[in-house]
């Protein structure tokens, strides 16, 4: 069992920035793959950034390249996004997920953090 705390969520004005945190326990950090997916209101959940186990390898949906960067920090279990040039359609509930490196789909997923971008 590996439980996924986020935080780190707000409101912020279209342009700003906010950095979301999320904190794995229960297993060794290392060996698990780690995501941030997103949800808005009455759409899908959607794929937003990926790292993998040592932080050499990060995936991004085309919407928020260039914006957001998703970094890893295994001392502490700890994996980021960092969001800059928010516009309002990032506004969604943020989910950190964690995915062991035999699995082939994220397992552990978090409560979710709110991210509002005001116009």
């Known amino acids: 069992q590996v439980d996924v705390v986020e935080s780190g969520g707000g409101l912020v004005q279209a342009g700003g920035s906010l950095r979301l945190s999320c904190v794995a326990s229960g297993r060794p950090f290392i060996t698990y793959y780690m995501a941030w997916f997103r949800q808005a209101p009455g759409k899908e959940r959607e794929f937003v950034a990926a790292i993998n186990w040592t932080g050499g390898s990060t995936s991004y949906t085309d919407s928020v390249k260039g914006r957001f960067t998703i970094s890893r920090d295994n001392a502490k279990n700890t994996v980021y996004l960092e969001m800059n040039s928010l516009k309002p359609e990032d506004t969604a509930v943020y989910y950190c997920?964690?995915?062991?490196?035999?699995?082939?789909?994220?397992?552990?997923w978090g409560q979710g953090t709110q991210v509002t971008v005001s116009s």
């Open positions: 997920a964690a995915r062991h490196v035999t699995a082939n789909r994220y397992t552990y």
